[in-house]
């Protein structure tokens, strides 16, 4: 018969050994997770990096005193308006600036820059602004932030239109990094139908984006409503934009094709590649 004290060091030494292996492994899962979130985080740095370059080079090589600029939305655009202030104020330039949404409007007020509208100011020297993805021809997706149409109008009003985004957005087909699909900008009544004229007409699905922080759909500064259209291959861009806007109830397309007229590209290794248009 076991003695009663071997029985019990055994089950001690059982407890302590399960103990052991359950700390390393948490510990070891909380490492692999910290190793994400750096990996996560040093990426985001190097992108709001690779932002910044392309905006700076951008609005140092293409404004001037005197000119009137078309200032586009998102995330990217923040860095171009921060170098265009700075120079305004050192270079003491007189520029006005024209948004392309309530989101521009309020980066040119904060940073006390000269609002103005097409009203006022219907041609304009040059348009800078962001991209969702970028192909090799300089086709554009736009919209990730609800502002294709008021984008669209102003970089159409300009006569350069010049594009910044960070190594991210770089493709050489429209897809291959985006996937998101293409936003269409369509009047609130005619969603439904715009949707299933442009899945019957080209495949893939057009979804109805929905909003974050608020119930029901995005509504647009023009309060419209957006589709993403999610397509299933590479198409004749410019064909397709024009189909699609030809549909009733489409307001615009997030296709800007023959708009661009150079990209920035912000590197990861802290250079900024140009792209101009091919030459046909």
């Known amino acids: 018969m076991i003695p009663q004290r071997w029985v019990e060091f055994a089950a001690f ?14 510990h070891l899962l909380q490492g692999r997770h910290m190793c994400d979130s750096r990996r996560q985080y040093n990426g985001t740095l190097m992108a709001e990096e690779a932002k910044k370059l392309a905006a700076y080079a951008a609005v140092d090589n293409h404004i001037q005193n005197n000119q009137v600029v078309g200032v ?6 923040v860095y171009a308006v921060d170098r265009l202030a700075e120079r305004v104020r050192q270079e003491k330039l007189n520029i006005v600036c024209v948004p392309t949404s309530f989101q521009a409007r309020q980066l040119i007020l904060q940073h006390g820059l000269t609002l103005s509208d ?23 997706i736009k919209g990730g932030g609800g502002c294709l149409t008021q984008e669209k109008i102003v970089a159409d009003c300009a006569k350069h239109f010049i594009v910044i985004a960070d190594y991210r957005k770089d493709s050489k087909a429209l897809g291959q990094q985006w996937k998101k699909g293409v ?3 369509v009047i609130p009544m005619a969603y439904v139908p715009v949707s299933r004229a442009i899945a019957r007409r080209f495949g893939g699905e057009a979804v109805l ?11 647009t500064d023009n309060s419209n409503f957006i589709l993403d259209w999610k397509f299933e291959h590479a198409q004749n861009w410019k064909e397709v934009s024009t189909v699609i806007k030809m549909i009733p109830g ?6 800007f094709v023959e708009m661009a007229e150079r990209v920035y ?4 290794d802290g250079s900024v590649k140009t792209r101009d248009p091919p030459v046909n």
């Open 13 to 26: 030494t059982s407890r302590s050994l399960l103990f052991s292996l359950q700390w390393k492994h948490a």
């Open 183 to 185: 936003p269409v900008e």
């Open 209 to 219: 984006r929905m909003a974050v922080n608020k119930a029901g759909p995005v509504v």
């Open 118 to 140: 097409l009203d006022r100011h219907p041609e304009l020297d040059v348009a800078i602004d962001g991209a969702d993805e970028v192909d090799a021809a300089l086709t554009l």
């Open 250 to 255: 489409v307001v615009e397309t997030g296709l």
């Open 265 to 268: 590209f912000g590197m990861k």
């Open 72 to 77: 586009g939305s998102g995330s990217t655009i």
